[in-house]
C-alpha cells in the first residue's frame, strides 16, 4: 500500500514526495515485495539497478515521475548528498567540467526513491527522509510465502492471472497520468497534530494524505480551480501506514535506523 502510495505521489504537485525504505534478513522477502508492486507500475516510470553516485545526473532519458528502486545499495557519502538535494517541484542541478568547459547536468523532477537493504542505508539526515519498513520475518510470514511459492508450482494459471492483474493496473496508472500532475487540498489540514513535532515525518503522513486522494480522484470532490479536495477516508488510509511505524517511537521514526532502534 506504501509503495503504491508512493508512486501516487508523483501526480501531486504540492507535496514533497515519499521515499521507501525496507529492511529484513536475507530472504525475507523484502526485494520480493518491490518486484511485486514495480509490476503494476508502467516499467517507463521506473528505475532498477544499482549506480554510480552521479549516475543520475547523466541519464538523460529520465523522465519526471520515475521511480528510483535501489536494491541492496551502499549508499556513499556523494549519492548521498544526490538524494538529498533532489527537488520536487523542479530539475535538481548539477554544475560540472566537460573537456575543459563548464557544463550543466540535470535530475528531473519528482522522483521518489525505493532502497531495500539488510540494514537501513544512509545518514541520520537520509533516514529522516524515508518511511521505514520491515519485512515480516515471523514464522507465519515464511508459512505463507512457502505456500505462493508452491501454488504458483503447481497452478502456473495463478501466475498468469498476476501478471494479466498487473498489466491492468500499469494501464490504469496511465489513466492517471493523463490527468496530468494536479494540486491536492487536504482540507483538515490545520488540525493534524500529534508526534513530537517533527516536521518531515507530519510532510510524510500529508504526503500519504494527497497520494490517497490522487488515486481516488475521480470520486474526490475537487475546488473551482480543478485541485482535487482529499476527503477524510484519505485520512484514515494514511494512518492505516503510519501509525505502525510510529508506535514505538512517541510519534517520530528519526531515531528508527534499524529494526533494534
Known sequence: RALFLSYASVFVRNCDGINIEITGSAGSGK???VKVVLKHIPKDAQIRGKMSDKALFFMNDLKAGTILSFDDQDLSQDLQGTIKNLNWEEPTLHYTVKQLEGAKNMITERCPYWNTKVEGAGDEQIQDRLLKFWADESEDHKRRRDEMVARYLMHPEDKEHFDRSA???AEIWRIIKEE????????????ITGGDGDV???NLF???????????APIR???NEGYVIASVDDLYEAI?????????EGGSQSKKLNRNA
Do not use: F
Open 31 to 33: 526485494t520480493h515485495i
Open 167 to 169: 498489466k491492468i493496473s
Open 180 to 191: 496530468g500532475v494536479r494540486n491536492v487540498v487536504i482540507p483538515y489540514a490545520d488540525r
Open 200 to 202: 518531515r515525518t507530519k
Open 206 to 216: 500529508t504526503a500519504l494524505i494527497q497520494a490517497s486522494a490522487i488515486i481516488n
Open 221 to 223: 470532490e475537487c475546488t
Open 240 to 248: 492505516k501506514i503510519i501509525n505502525p511505524l510510529m508506535r514505538n
